[in-house]
């Protein structure tokens, strides 16, 4: 890490609970799910999938004052409720932390964990928001120094970080066809879809992409979004192995330990997970032998990036290469994710949320580019966002600050 002084003592906090009820939703019009009636309701289950998703894309935001006046912005992956993030933050965290000084970032994590692992805070809201609160001051350290936040956590961070797009989410096949060409002409490398619980038509689907990409797309990723039952792990395992997946992402269930250790030993795709991890002590056991994955997804809107670094670095030591998660969030969040990866090995291509970055300049302006296939490290101190307060303001449902 930078021998750069990551010394920090908080002033204040204030957090912002966002809802961008104007734009498109968080999946667009996939598979003709579409979003017209997204002032209905606050949230929808697709069939297929288990996971509740927003209908309006939600953020939370938060913002730091260290005591030596410099000013930060963090942001936690919480799609669904932000405004329970928001309320631990600017409540909660700020009592506890305000008027004690810390080392650096990670012993302020490891502060606010202890303050609640006795009573079993050991994942959910209350790690978001010190996950938030990690990358805020991570970014206010960043400026204080006149550094990108990447220098700060490594000594050589890499400079060019080539991604893949998340999702095609168009409602026809012929539409998300021709939005896949368009990105290879643009340089994308990768192309991740999700399955909706047909696994045959999930196979049918990719084998159609590659047959109209041919060359123009490199890897292809596959995530099943935790929905695969009885024998069909294995199933689609050796069905995207056979197709040249470059991974299986979130197969089981995600505190199926066994199952995944099982799954893993199978033939076919590599087995992808760990967005749902929020800390070290969670992925211990997944990184001893037998092992249950082959790579490593960490999330810095819910691990942090002090804690996802010791992540990162334990998956390294059993040989399990790291790709960050880059799911629902502003451009904050993808600021972090793109620090966090430029301090990672990339042998994996980076995850590119672009529908959402779209979004993320309703409220701020960022230095990471999307250019000829992936991103390039800014030279900007900080994580590279200047947040506009005002259009916050706009979007603003809940407000939570001292």
């Known amino acids: 890490m930078s021998s750069v002084d990551l010394s920090c003592a908080i002033d204040e906090i204030a957090a912002f609970h966002l809802a961008f009820t104007d734009q498109p939703g968080y999946w667009e019009d996939y598979r003709g799910g579409g979003a017209a009636s997204a002032e209905a309701k606050r949230f929808e289950f697709r069939e297929g999938w288990q996971t509740v998703y927003p209908r309006t894309v939600e953020a939370v935001l938060l913002r730091v004052k260290l005591a030596d006046g410099t000013i930060g912005w963090g942001e936690a992956n919480t799609p669904i409720g932000p405004e329970v993030t928001a309320l631990i933050g600017a409540r909660l965290l ?57 220098a700060l956590l490594c000594e050589t961070p890499r400079e060019e970080m080539p991604a893949y797009l998340s999702g095609l989410r168009q409602a026809t096949l012929d539409e998300r066809i021709a939005t896949m060409l368009h990105w290879a002409d643009s340089g994308i490398q990768g192309i991740k879809i999700f399955l909706d619980g047909d696994l045959d038509a999930g196979v049918e689907e990719l084998a159609a992409l590659q047959r ?35 991974f299986l992402e979130c197969p089981l269930q995600p505190e199926d330990l066994a199952g995944h250790r099982q799954l893993r030993a199978a033939p076919g795709a590599p087995i992808a997970l760990g967005e749902h991890f929020r800390t070290h002590y969670q992925t211990e056991a997944w990184f001893e032998q037998p ?3 082959d790579v490593y997804q960490p999330d810095v809107g819910r691990t942090g990036l002090s804690d996802g670094l010791r992540q990162v670095a334990a998956a390294a030591k059993v040989g399990i290469p790291s790709t960050p998660h880059m799911g629902n969030g502003l451009a904050v969040f993808q600021a972090a994710s793109l620090h966090f990866a430029a301090a990672c090995d990339g042998e994996y291509l980076q995850e590119y949320q672009a ?29 590279g966002v200047v947040v506009d307060t005002e259009a916050v303001a706009r979007y603003t449902v809940q407000s939570e600050g001292n």
């Not at 009592?95 to 805070?121: C, E, H, I, S, T």
């Not at 209350?126 to 996950?131: M, S, V």
């Open 291 to 293: 092992l249950a994955l």
């Open 212 to 246: 109209a990409a041919g060359d123009r797309i490199d890897q292809w990723m596959v995530d099943t979004l935790w929905m695969c039952r009885g024998d069909t792990g294995r199933l689609a395992k050796q069905h995207f192995g056979e197709l040249g997946a470059r």
């Open 94 to 150: 700020l009592p506890m932390v305000r008027g004690r000084a810390f080392a650096d970032p990670a012993a302020l994590w490891d502060f606010l964990y202890d303050a609640q692992r006795g009573r079993g805070y050991a994942a959910g809201y209350y790690l978001d928001a010190l996950a938030a609160l990690d990358i805020a001051v991570w970014d206010a350290l960043g400026l204080r120094a006149g550094l990108p936040v990447a």
């Open 355 to 383: 529908g959402l970055a779209q979004r993320a300049a309703l409220v701020s302006e960022t230095a990471w580019r999307y250019a000829a296939g992936g991103f390039r490290l800014p030279d900007r101190p900080g994580l």
